[in-house]
């Protein structure tokens, strides 16, 4: 697991690769903190990501409100695994920029 900013003039990058779960929930939040002060439009790459828990979600969550708050941009990039889409969708996570596979509910 880790967790990645690359920062240049005009965004920050978070990457995420492997599991991104609760034991590296003190990262996750610091490199989200970090970023935000940057003042920039914030982008989370998820294609390296095998895999977030509940603490993950609720932590890009939390990130995705304060950029709101501060006016930034705020959007996940790449793919969740369905399991995890079906329960975002069934959670009620309207409003979360969600990558697009998530967004709408399958017919």
Do not use: H, Y
């Not at 967790?3 to 989200?32: H, M, P, T, Y």
């Not at 998820?46 to 828990?53: K, N, R």
Request: hydrophobic share 45%.
């Amino acid at each position: 697991m880790s967790v990645v900013i690359d920062q240049d003039g005009q965004s920050s990058l978070i990457r995420l690769d492997g599991v991104i779960d609760i034991s590296c929930a003190a990262e996750l939040k610091e490199v989200n903190m970090k970023a935000l002060q940057a003042g920039k439009p914030v982008l989370i790459a998820l294609e390296g990501a095998s895999g977030l828990d509940i603490t993950a979600m609720q932590i890009l969550w939390a990130a995705e409100r304060a950029a709101r708050a501060q006016g930034l941009s705020f959007a996940l990039e790449g793919q969740l695994p369905e399991g995890r889409c079906a329960t975002l969708r069934d959670a009620g996570w309207e409003g979360f920029p969600l990558p697009a596979q998530v967004a709408k509910k399958p017919n």
